[in-house]
């Protein structure tokens, strides 16, 4: 997924002293501003194409907004940063989405 | 109608102003209202959170989850600072005419704007500060660890009230109202495109306008994180929370609360509270008190249509 | 006299200590001002509000519900990058303290006129230093004024010290209840565009370090964990608000050389952080705030001419503290009376006079500070007390023998301390 290109002021990560610091704290718009949130799941959601339909109700209520739409129109999870809520699990009308036990194996796969 | 094919593809409504991987808990119910404010807000906005769960989860320093402007605030002024900033934007355009318009929001919680931040909205209503306060309510002082606010409802589990608060919820929309405010308006996070539509119409009015939408809590209400969206539905279905707007002084249901003025069309409040942990120990006369008041805010909004001029 | 100073002359107005303040921020090109009445400042915030309704002056005016949201309403303004003022009193700024440590966290140039006077209760609204002195480790700059000429010069100083880019921080310009804000004095007033040219101008889109700018979009105020060198480089808390300090300590020298640059331009000058009055001959001196420091003047006139020598410090700027102007008078004064109108509870004496000991503890002469509470909640202060307290210091420096730890001047019941 492309990056988006938000605006850097100063190399604000990289303060060595006091000296280095701007007057105010600034925070800049980052993904994963907490991190890689995908560890915090313990299912893991996987869609299956066949069975969706292109409805879209996981991505509008995705609160994470993990979820973005590919080239064909399938929804499709970012895993690095899926929290593993489940509510695309429970609302998905065509029950597409399955949960999995999260396994090492399975988020090195995507 | 919205179309959600239309809307994945829209410029505006299709970004992101929160990005992921951010603090929130899994299935926060304020993400979901705050993801879709944005995306009917957009790029040019400037946003006021005092503090409030929306204090926490956008993220640790240097690092920021908003895409937009957005200034942590105290916690009883989200407002005043609101005031100042719209009339900060006002002596900037004076300055530089070619400045274009910025939308100003109040993204607060329950606690700061029903106990600790009701001075300063009211204030700020009353000064018709053109501006947009959104409450996203989740019935507690979350941030803080759940703690009882004057959003909790009636029987509700909190830390502060154990066996169950012995009050009703404080109703701030129709305070709001009564101050005659261009727009007023209820939501909730189980139907996320009727909040969508409100914010879009708020955007599009002058003046202060107000917007309470219902945000469920899973660590707070004690349910699990699957069941966010369907709670706030099922707070709508059972009459327990009414969608409506008050548009200049006229009152309209939307959504599925349009079909519910008939006390048997509604769902029995137990479908929702048996669902949360935080009502885990409501006894049947609990549940009778809070059929009463749901009645009650029933009979008033229907009294109000049946009697309002249109 | 220069032309200037006799079309200067010619251009005087009668006006209270308050209308200063308003004149102060009119001329400064003030563009949001937010207002809420508490006496004694009422007047300030009505002038303000006269000059915007005619037109006179083009400012935003926000006319908020209480004095917690004077100060949000004008954190919000400036985060735009414009300049601000207001003005509060007593349990006003009581109300809005948290405020005060955002606004000095935030690094924004607000002004507030401060019409002093006795905290809540009994009720006094009458000068007294006490709700001022509350403030003081807020992080905001405090200056006192003695007239109402200084009142209005140092609010338009006080835009230009804010804004330079090495302080960036808010100020308090105050001046005592009903003593300077509802009597008339003359205050001279230059011309407009002297002022403008004096002062920076406003920018464009924002402060350098702050700025509402959805091309440039920033998040403010994110949670701050402990951290520490060892710990985790992204927590910067003790760092940042570090930078107050820094900044407090930059501002001494700015506050020096705008005084020196409004002589220049304008012709008055009012001291930097402290004005001298007849200390250069003496072991004695009067240290006070305010009209206290005026009056003083008169009181170590009539000294002099009975063949004491003695003199008097006014305290202009308190924060940041005159440090190094103290240790240099204590370098030949002995003994500091410090007059003041209010009280450091658990300690001895008025606050003025226990920062006063602070700074001057290692001084190698070990000056003795005696400190005077007096005038507290109004209570007239006249030259024969400022003379009597004086006469003390003389006795104390003469005879090397500390007869009282404090003086209580003006209080029913004298005790002997």
Redesign the interface.
């Known amino acids: 997924m492309p990056e988006k290109k938000y605006w850097k002021w100063k190399e604000i990560e990289n303060h060595a002293s006091i000296d280095d610091l701007p007057p105010v704290p600034l925070s800049l718009p980052n993904y994963g501003s907490m991190g890689a949130t995908g560890d915090w799941r313990t299912f893991c959601p996987v869609i299956n194409k066949a069975k969706c339909n292109q409805c879209y109700f996981c991505w509008m209520y995705c609160p994470e907004a993990v979820i973005e739409i590919d080239e064909e129109g399938y929804p499709e999870i970012d895993l690095e940063y899926c929290k593993g809520c489940l509510i695309c699990v429970h609302e998905c009308p065509k029950k597409a989405i399955e949960q999995v036990r999260e396994e090492k194996e399975q988020v090195e796969s995507e | 109608m919205v179309n959600?094919?239309d809307l994945?593809k829209d410029p505006v409504a299709g970004e992101?102003y929160?990005?992921?991987?951010?603090?929130?808990?899994?299935?926060?119910?304020g993400?979901?209202a705050f993801?879709w404010i944005m995306k009917a807000l957009g790029?040019?906005?400037?946003v006021?959170a005092p503090a409030s769960c929306f204090?926490?989860t956008?993220?640790?320093?240097?690092?920021?989850?908003?895409?937009?402007?957005?200034?942590?605030?105290?916690f009883?002024?989200g407002?005043?600072?609101?005031?100042?900033?719209?009339?900060?934007?006002?002596?900037?355009k004076?300055?530089?005419p070619s400045l274009e318009d910025?939308n100003v929001l109040c993204f607060a919680g329950d606690g700061g704007t029903i106990d600790i931040g009701i001075?300063?909205l009211?204030?700020a209503a009353?000064?018709e500060t053109d501006f947009i306060y959104i409450c996203y309510d989740n019935e507690a002082y979350m941030n803080t660890g759940t703690q009882r606010s004057g959003g909790t409802p009636f029987g509700a589990w909190t830390t502060t009230t154990p066996t169950g608060k012995k009050q009703h919820k404080k109703n701030v929309p129709m305070i709001m109202a009564a101050h005659g405010i261009p727009y007023v308006a209820t939501a909730s996070t189980g139907y996320?495109?009727d909040l969508y539509k409100k914010v879009l119409k708020a955007k599009s009015i002058k003046g202060t306008k107000y917007i309470h939408v219902l945000a469920p809590c899973?660590p707070g209400w004690r349910f699990?994180?699957?069941?966010?969206?369907?709670v706030g539905r099922k707070a709508v279905q059972t009459g327990m929370w009414v969608l409506y707007e008050i548009d200049h002084g006229e009152m309209a249901l939307t959504g599925p609360s349009k079909y519910l003025i008939k006390k048997e069309s509604r769902k029995p409040i137990e479908e929702y509270l048996n669902l949360q942990g935080r009502y885990k120990n409501v006894t049947p006369e609990d549940i009778k008190i809070l059929q009463e008041w749901i009645d009650k805010q029933w009979s008033d909004l229907k009294n109000w249509i049946a009697t309002q001029v249109s | 006299m220069t032309s200037q100073k006799a079309e200067l002359k010619a251009a005087a107005r009668i006006i209270s200590g308050n209308e200063a303040c308003a004149w102060g921020a009119r001329y400064a090109r003030v563009q949001v001002i937010s207002a809420y009445p508490i006496t004694p400042q009422t007047t300030i915030v009505e002038r303000l509000s006269d000059f915007v309704e005619s037109g006179e002056m083009d400012a935003e005016y926000i006319r908020v519900e209480s004095e917690h949201s004077v100060m949000a309403s004008l954190i919000g303004a400036s985060y735009n990058g414009v300049r601000t003022y207001s003005a509060t009193s007593g349990q006003g700024l009581a109300y809005m303290h948290e405020m005060l440590h955002w606004a000095a966290g935030s690094r924004l140039p607000i002004v507030m006129g401060v019409a002093m006077r006795g905290m809540a209760p009994p009720w006094n609204i009458w000068a007294d230093n006490q709700d001022v002195m509350a403030a003081r480790d807020t992080g905001w700059m405090i200056f006192f004024a003695a007239t109402h000429q200084e009142v209005f010069d140092t609010t338009i100083q006080m835009y230009k010290i804010c804004e330079n880019t090495n302080v960036f921080l808010p100020a308090f310009v105050c001046l005592e209840g009903f003593v300077m804000s509802h009597t008339e004095m003359p205050v001279y007033m230059p011309d407009q565009e002297l002022v403008d040219d004096f002062l920076p101008e406003i920018p464009k889109n924002g402060w350098p370090h702050f700025f509402l700018d959805p091309d440039r979009p920033i998040t403010h105020g994110n949670l701050q964990n402990p951290g520490g060198p060892a710990i985790s480089p992204d927590c910067w808390y003790y760092e940042y608000r570090y930078l107050i300090q820094k900044a407090m300590e930059n501002a001494k020298q700015v506050i020096i050389d705008v005084a020196e640059e409004f002589k220049k331009k304008f012709g008055f000058y009012h001291g930097d952080l402290i004005e001298k009055y007849r200390c250069d001959d003496t072991e004695v001196a009067l240290v006070s705030i305010g009209s206290l420091a005026d009056q003083a003047k008169v009181a170590v006139d009539i000294m002099r001419e009975s063949g004491y020598k003695v003199g008097a410090v006014k305290l202009r700027c308190y924060k940041p503290f005159p440090t190094e102007q103290f240790q240099e008078l204590a370098n030949r004064i002995r003994v500091f009376p410090v007059m003041e109108r209010s009280m450091a509870f658990g300690l001895t004496g008025g606050i003025a006079s226990v920062d006063l000991k602070a700074v001057l503890n290692q001084h190698p002469n070990h000056p003795f500070i005696l400190p005077v509470i007096a005038g507290v909640g109004g209570r007239d202060v006249r030259v024969e007390d400022q003379i009597e307290v004086l006469k003390a210091a003389v006795e104390m420096a003469e005879t090397n023998e500390i007869k009282t730890n404090v003086i209580l001047s003006g209080m029913h019941q004298k005790e002997e301390c």
Not at chain 2, 18 to 29: E, H, M, Y
């Open positions: 959600l094919r994945v992101e929160f990005l992921k991987g951010n603090s929130s808990c899994a299935g926060c119910g993400e979901v993801r790029k040019r906005t400037i006021v204090n926490v956008i993220g640790l320093y240097p690092r920021a989850g908003p895409t937009i402007p957005y200034l942590n605030m105290a009883a002024a407002a005043a600072a609101c005031s100042g900033i719209v009339a900060g934007l006002a002596a900037r004076k300055l530089d910025i001075q300063g009211s204030g009353e000064r996320p495109l899973a699990p994180t699957e069941l966010s969206i369907e």
